[in-house]
């Protein structure tokens, strides 16, 4: 990173907006986290699973009878002892399946004292198939005579969503110029450091302990009680240190119930860990999809209407992949001003891997769409993109028409910022003027923007979150909280905040958020809402915390408690900062006195967003916020390879609370984002992965990791703690589009299907002189024959 | 009264909606998600955990205490997660 600038100074003496260390930062670059992967319990078996490897058959016969006696097994199971577990967002899943329905289908399961004798066992189960006709793309799916995939979803039909605002066809009538295009977001994987893996123990009354990489323990215990066939009352869910999530663990997927069948079965832990390439197959993907997008426009670059038609890939099951145009038409109604929106989008079952959650939740693939769009109308009615953007970008105070509020707006903001820093408009300008010069290597440059959810998404009945706190007798404070972490940094976020609030320093503030029997209830890490919803819900505790301990104060040594404040670990006065007593003596003297009373609050925060509903049209987030990217590239026009030079981001922010994690965020969605848009690609061929290994898909590391200049545009959120939005996601969100504008300025190539590989650029440039040059010899050809 | 199921629901109950007849004395939201896993077993298997399951009636959000009429349409749609 280059450069942060931030709009607004902070406040001298407060800890908001400064640099501070995640507490497990020291372990993890010392090598002493001992993640879910390091686990051993005693007596504990392991887990191997046999996967069809075939994307859709009929088991004719499966005979585990050797493999059950080999020594060193303790169960096999099949799909027979797994029938009627179904669990899922339409319950089409088991935990072991009788019929292949994808490729990573789980047949068989087998513990053992140890992993070679489970892969042994593995060996020796024969199974007989039928294979059947595949589906494997969702346009095939959908046609009247393909093979159905589940006997309960006629058509390979599954979920579908609409939402419609304005007249279509009279804004359509109304437009100078429309863009109409078909995109195509490819499927990528989250490529998690920690592989999946999960540790499964029932005690003596059935209860089941599951350790776990989950991002959402409690809806977690509801999900996973089904695939069980539990009351979810009878799990408690245990994360311990994770290597990485980033959506990939919304859900239940089948090693988990895998895992708790065969303890149950066995009596003794039972641990199921994936391999790589098990990850790879195995894993949810980001959600592919074919976007049928229109966008139209005045010719004062004023927009009329935004239409999208999408088709999913559901895959063998359902997961949260599907789920995405909840999202997705919020960015097709509120990415800029647009009046009339039309969205509908289907889901179609195929023989192909499923998807999940993924950073940027259905945005990814619809700002790949409408921020290309955006610089495509510019061009057409020959505004300068900057000023067509600065034209339909909403203002403060503006509602989407899914009632998104947008309370705090900076779009113009974060617009005029990153334009302003990279001096889009004249290089844009100048390297459009060069596209066509002599030369191997383009410089191009391109600004994309979005809009996301900053105040979490009440997809859920509540967006809420518990917190409890404790200050012992030593001033040392307990954070209980229903937060999870999974390497965001929210254990930073809330002892920063507990810090600031009381007083205290920040090693003296334990976290206490990985265990469902102990924290109260959240609805888990997504929607770019924890450090929103959670900051909110401590510094209300601390809050709490904060007056007893003031009320305390006053009733022990009679000074006002609204003089008094709480500052480096004593109680001071406001007005001139004297201290009054330290603070771990007022809390014993609390403590140990004739009425005793200790420092415990509660607090549960519900955001005011209001429940998604059936008809897609509420204010459904707490807060909303853009972010804008511009990406300079410099483009081989030989080989297609892009180079990415520098990124400029300006995102509303709301305010910063912890610097280093807010950087970190920005960075590490980059990294994710520039790899959706140069280099990883899941390659699925007949329901079959082919690059099953980071040898054949690319990741981004740090060397290729472009200079990044920051700019955090403090929009002061009302709803959010010390005016904080959410903004994990929008990084990961705007930048692909951002290369695929810049792609275009350099060479006049546009790309609808990422990622922009070398082979796929220089194929559609070579596709673009020769189709320059065609008319030029047809015409010498017609000039000859004359 | 025409219930429509997403999801899980519409799994569980086997159909995507359904007409039931709703009784006079039924005349909240609450009150509907009280009677309906009285009404066999179908329903008081499927309906659990009806408690966690956002209700719109005609199209618009419903609290517990919102009025529900037998010629009213109510969606059943369980939680999502997301990104």
Known sequence: MDKTATASPNAPKTLIGQRVKKPDAPDKAAGKTRYINDMVLPQMLTAKVLFARRPHARIVRIDTTAAAKLPGVHAVLTGADAAGLHFGFVRDNVPLKDKVRCEHDAIAAVAAETEEIAQQALALIEVEYEDLPGVFTPEDGAREDAPQIHDNFPGNRSLHFAFKHGDLAAAEAASDVIVDNVFRPHYVTHCCMGTSCAIADFDHKGKLTIWTQTQYPYNYKMDLAPALGMHPGDIRVIQPPVGGAFGSKLDVYPYEPIAALLAKKTGRPVKLTYTREEEFRASPTRQSAIIHMRTGCTRDGTLTFRSADVLLDNGAYTSWGPTIPVIMMRTTSGHYRVPVVDFKAQAIYTNNPYAGSFRGYGNVQTTWATAQQMDMLADQVDIEPLAFHLKNAQLSGETTPQKSFLRECALVECLQTAAAASDYSRKRKEYAALRDAPGRYKKGIGLASSIHNAGGAKIHKSDGIGTILKVDDYARVTVISGASEIGQGIDAVITLIVAEELGVPLEHITLVNNDSDIAPWDVGVHASRTTFIAGNGTRRAARKAKAQILAGAEKLLGEPAADLTLREGAVVRVQDGKEIIKLERLLRQMHFQAEPELVMVTDYYEPKSEPEGAAHSSDHSAAYAHAVHIAEI?????????????????????????????????????????????????????????????????????????????????????????????????????????????????????IFTPPMTPEKVARAIVEQRRQASAPQAAAQLEGATA | MKLRYFAWLRSSMGCEAEEIALPAEIRTVGMLLDWLPTQGERFRRAFEFIDVVLVSVNREYAERSDPVRDEDEVYLVPPIAGG
Do not use: W
């Not at chain 1, 981001?649 to 790899?675: C, K, P, T």
């Open chain 1, 634 to 750: 410099t483009v081989d026009t030989l080989t297609g390879e892009i180079k990415v030079d520098k990124v400029t981001v300006a995102q509303d922010v709301g305010r910063v609370i912890n610097r280093m994690g807010l950087e970190g965020q920005i960075e590490g969605g980059l990294a994710i984002g520039l790899g959706y848009a140069l280099s990883e690609d899941m390659r699925i061929e007949q329901g079959h992965l082919r690059n099953a290994c980071f040898r054949d898909y690319k990741l981004i590391t740090a060397p290729e990791m472009p200079p990044v200049e920051m700019h955090l545009i403090e929009s002061d959120c009302a709803e959010g703690p010390y005016g904080a939005k959410g903004i994990s996601e929008l990084p990961t969100i705007v930048i692909a589009p951002a290369i695929a504008n810049a792609l275009t300025n350099a060479t006049g190539v546009r």
